[in-house]
């Protein structure tokens, strides 16, 4: 397929086509981090498992940045792409690579020196805080391969290439869940033995990107040695900024929801926990749509085709609904077999009561996330971030509150009846910065008026 088909496809088409592998790819990226629960979960005990489910929320944070980061600096990669400025190009790439991976070592020396007070903090239950601080002071040692690995995804899906991540996230999935089971099974290593799982195969899969992708970019070498731009650099952190906080919105939701949860005890926790893993699979087909529809903005604002924004956006709302479908069918219908899969078959009836329930209600609302995460990736692409940034901030707030507020209250439940409602805040506030249509003259101002070289 022609290399900028994103700029000459069928919008619907050149955004499925863009979306599908990247679906796939966070797909295998979401059963690697279950396996690590499944495996703790059936062959450690339920203990192990909360002890993981208690360190989900903060890793995710830290993912959240390093996904968000990537994509934010992105968006201005794939913006030169779409203007063929590839001597710009060229600069913002190699400057986002060593200002993440410099990001990657700082957080994992923080992560490590902190573990035991960011466990307190979230109110983890003192049953599992030594497995849980076990398993982070090894997830931590990873950090940088996890920001360099995100960092070059981000980079192959700005180019329109979005087929190699998956391939990569394909071999270190399949990785992992090996190491996972001769770890734990094998030699008996419990919870630190899911975390080296995971460090290993971020490893490998960190070292293949940069191999494949210095292979992909030989072509657009310029004979200029500029290393670090600061002037890319500023443009990369004013779109990452507001997308680390949009990626990490919901995980720094989970973290503050976390420390609620974690006063109901660990069987409530495990229930959450196996909730929470499945939900997130559900999540990712809304997540890499957004995702897809900012580089496919971003490609499209660079070569002036503002049209051929909107009308993705119509393709891509489609696209949403019938996954929300999907997503509605198969947790209510199989909310059951879903939970148990994790739990296993001598869980307790407060853990499995938990898990069901989180799932048997969340399903009918993912239509919300999916058109969140659509309009959220058009306004990034198009680098307007204010009211993008605003409608973050209250989806945190929204969900954050309720569930401190009134879950100690009215009983657990709160803590899931929260998250709809922050999607819905988040949703009507950027739909209605798209609605306005003041994302097209930022976007005319952004980076530059040099057009198609």
């Not at 926990?273 to 580089?295: K, L, W």
């Amino acid at each position: 397929m022609d290399k900028e088909y994103l700029l000459n496809e069928n919008p619907g088409k050149a955004l499925f086509i863009f979306a599908i592998p990247m679906i796939i790819g966070n797909l295998f990226q979401q059963f690697y981090t279950m396996a690590d629960s499944i495996v703790v979960g059936r062959f450690v005990g339920e203990t192990a498992l909360a002890a993981v489910g208690a360190s989900y929320a903060l890793t995710m944070v830290f993912i959240a940045i390093a996904i968000g980061g990537g994509i934010g600096a992105s968006v201005i990669t794939a913006r030169h792409f779409g203007a063929r400025r590839y001597p710009q190009m060229i600069r913002s790439i190699r400057t986002a690579i060593i200002t993440f991976i410099t990001i990657g070592i700082l957080l994992a020396i923080f992560g490590a020196w902190k573990t035991q007070e960011m466990l307190l903090f979230l109110n983890t239950p003192i049953d599992v805080l030594d497995q849980a601080a076990e398993y982070l002071q090894v997830y931590f040692i990873g950090l940088p391969f996890l920001f360099l690995y995100n960092v070059l995804s981000s980079m192959f899906t700005a180019l329109g290439n979005s087929k190699t991540p998956l391939y990569l996230l394909i071999f270190s999935s399949v990785l992992n869940i090996l190491l996972d089971i001769y770890a734990v099974v094998e030699l008996n290593m419990g919870v630190a033995g899911v975390a080296w799982a995971t460090v290993i195969a971020q490893g490998l899969a960190a070292i293949l990107s940069s191999v494949l992708f210095l292979r992909q970019i030989r072509e657009y070498e310029m004979p200029e040695r500029v290393f670090f731009d600061q002037r890319e650099l500023k443009e990369m952190t004013r779109v990452a900024l507001p997308s680390i906080l949009q990626q990490s919105t919901v995980m720094i939701g989970m973290m503050l929801v976390q420390s609620v949860v974690n006063r109901f005890g660990s069987e409530v926790l495990a229930g959450y926990s196996a909730a929470m893993r499945t939900d997130g699979i559900f999540v990712v087909p809304m997540v890499a749509i957004g995702n897809a529809m900012s580089s496919y903005t971003a490609q499209n604002i660079g070569a002036r085709q503002v049209q051929r924004v909107v009308d993705g956006y119509h393709a891509g709302a489609k696209i949403v609904a019938g996954f929300a479908f999907s997503a509605c069918v198969l947790l209510v219908g199989f909310r059951y077999p879903l939970i148990r899969s994790f739990l296993g078959d001598n869980a307790s009836t407060v853990s499995i009561q938990t898990g069901t329930s989180i799932l048997g209600f969340m399903g009918w609302f993912f239509v919300l996330i999916g058109l969140k995460m659509l309009t959220d990736g058009l306004l990034r692409g198009a680098g307007h971030m204010f009211l993008f940034t605003a409608a973050n901030l209250v989806n945190l707030s929204v969900r954050v509150g309720v569930a401190m507020i009134c879950a100690p209250r009215f009983g657990v439940e709160f803590i899931w009846y929260a998250v709809p409602l922050g999607w819905f805040a988040n949703l009507t506030i950027s739909f209605a910065s798209y609605r306005l249509g003041r994302w097209k003259a930022s976007a005319n101002l952004s980076h530059g008026d040099e057009g198609r070289a």
